[in-house]
């Protein structure tokens, strides 16, 4: 971008055009106590070169994935991205945010958008799918409020623990000023207890979430699970992980009525936490109650195929503070990656790449509680992450020196939920050699024995 003037004459006009006699009449309605009355504290300008330099200097006190060995999880995973996601997501054609509103300017961008949606359908068993929200967790809040608009007057919504306790989060923001109530189900068990959800489902439930794998990393009995909630007339909403799917069943076969995933496993790096994709595929009967673009296939006058923008009059551009939701820009960039991913990684792709993350995290799992100290939280079939406890209670310790020692061992989990202190997270992807997994389990043993000699 240019750099824009701004003279005394440019904001004279401009003030004038407004009606306001003075920058300080301009700023007036905002508090003196929000107001900074003082120049910002900068350091001096640096050449382009100087700055680059500078910035190359900042980067590198980061640790990342591609300097340390990462077993880090919790809804970011390092797999692996076929280079022809960067090569055709860097096209200038695609490599916009903007909605391709003009249909018969826009056929190239409209048609990944339509193949996007139907490779997603046919990943998730699904009949619809979007063209992308934000991310998984606002995907998963955009769920919950498509379930309370289409369930009349239900008001609660169950989301068990082990739902990624940030999408938990995000859900409440999205229900502060909304008649809702979300209750979140125990699990000490580690995956949710089908009879104790029966339980707590009433006629005043509107959905139930479920995540598979959970927050956890463990497999739940996502069959059980939803006749329960749909016994009850509950929607059933499923936080899924687009990788386990090679070889899980897909949400569409347990009954989901709205499943949402975090997408950046699907050709985007993890980019320190975003900017991500939000997946997100229903029932047709909730079609017109789904957020973000729709993109249909259909003739022009020639009769010749084509794609459109369809169901608009669901969108804010056409229906304003009415529409379904405020999802305006959305992800199609990663979408567009999405589905490079899965067109490069095919059915068999997927399956083998879901296959080495269940068995080389099992390997890791098996290998890591060899040492007295640790053991499985919970006793479950699990996917690519599990959760281990740590005998001595000294999680952020021991992930410290797992860290200088050249790992990224994996997340506490005593920041969200304080029962499980002496415990954390560990995931593995595809990407995880034997070396790497042997020397984290080497590692591990190293801090033990240098805690003996402490003490």
Sequence with gaps: MPYIYNTEEDQREMLQAIGAGSIEDLFAPVPDDLRLNRPL?????????ELDQHLRQLASLNQHAGVKAGFLGGGSYDHFVPA???VIGSRSEFYTSYTPYQAEASQGNLQVMFEYQSLITRLTGM?????SLYDGASAAAEAVLMSLHASGNRTKIIAPSTVHPEYRQTIA???????AELMTLDCPGGVIDAEALAAAVDDQTAAVLIQQP????????ADAVAAAAKKAGAHVIAVFDPISLGILNRPGDYGANIAVAEGHTMGTPMSYGGPYLGVMACDQALVRRMPGRIVGETKDRRGKKCYVLTLQTREQHIRRDKATSNVCTNQALFAVRASVYLAQMGPQGLRE????CLQKSHYLAEQL???ARFSPAFDQPTFKEFVIRDAENDVDAL?????DAGYLAGLPLGRWYPELSDCFLVAVTEKRTKSEMDGLVTAMQAKQGAVACLR
């Design 84 to 86: 022809v996601c960067d």
């Design 41 to 49: 504290n900068l350091p001096p300008a640096l050449s382009e070169m």
């Design 214 to 221: 959970n927050f956890f990393g463990c497999v739940e009995d």
């Design 173 to 179: 923001t999205y229900l502060e000023n909304i008649d």
């Design 353 to 356: 790449t879901a296959n080495l």
């Design 127 to 131: 009949e619809v799918a979007n063209s």
């Design 369 to 371: 509680c060899q040492n």
């Design 399 to 403: 992930l410290r020196s797992a860290s």
